[in-house]
């Protein structure tokens, strides 16, 4: 599920293009994407662009889920814009985020320019409504297409499954129409509506 950005090659990408074994899925941890911030952190600095592009040049239909995480010490207004930015520009297909908070026994805890709770708050609203257009308009895009859909429970009229593009627990989840369908197999859904978050569709029998 999490890949270092560091360590997605060009045999890696070509390795999940070709083997079918693979869903068409990754995960990666950015954290950032301003330099000064990524430096900050710990991480290395790469240019995460140019892996985006290499993965979506190389896998058709691939999928990217990214995480962010909001007011680490010393992010300034112009390093926030910097990420708002990103996300417009890369339009990742799920994206989570969460505030930084400050941990006895952490690198950063006695870092200087520590965040304020309310401007750390004000931020995060900022890119969760970014994302969930992103994303409203991501699913949008699946309405009228047919993916293969593993069923995983029935919720009253209704059954609920994944495609290879939803993680567990983390994601989204197809509603599916259908009769007498089997709980761990995979059936062919047809995508009829979208919200910002979930697909609902019915079985192509």
């Keep these: 599920m999490y890949c270092n950005p560091a ?11 070709k083997n079918e074994k693979i869903c068409k899925y990754l995960d990666i941890p950015l954290q950032h994407s301003h330099p000064e911030i990524i430096k900050k952190m710990g991480r ?6 140019k892996i985006i592009e290499n993965i979506r040049k190389g896998i058709k239909e691939v999928r990217l889920r990214t995480t962010f995480m909001i007011g680490f010490p010393g ?3 112009v ?6 930015n990103f996300i417009k520009e890369n339009k990742f297909d799920r994206c989570g985020f969460f505030k930084y908070s400050r941990e006895k026994g952490t690198s950063s805890f006695d870092f200087d320019q520590q965040i304020d709770e309310e401007i750390k708050d004000k931020r995060l609203e900022k890119v969760v409504k970014i994302q969930e257009r992103i994303s409203k308009n991501k699913l949008k895009n ?3 297409k047919t993916y293969d859909v593993l069923i995983e429970k029935k919720d009253g009229q209704f059954y609920i499954g994944r495609t ?17 369908l089997k709980l761990g197999n995979f059936y062919k ?12 569709g019915e ?3």
């Design 142 to 144: 699946m309405v009228g």
């Design 164 to 180: 290879e593009y939803d993680a567990p627990e983390v994601d989204g989840v197809v509603f599916v129409s259908g009769k007498n």
């Design 7 to 17: 360590r997605i090659t060009d045999d890696l990408i070509e390795e999940i293009s």
């Design 44 to 49: 290395p600095v790469i240019n995460y662009n």
């Design 79 to 84: 390093h926030f814009k910097h990420l708002v």
């Design 75 to 77: 992010e300034k207004e």
């Design 189 to 200: 859904v047809k995508i009829t509506s979208s919200s910002a978050y979930d697909i609902s």
């Design 203 to 205: 079985v192509i029998i």
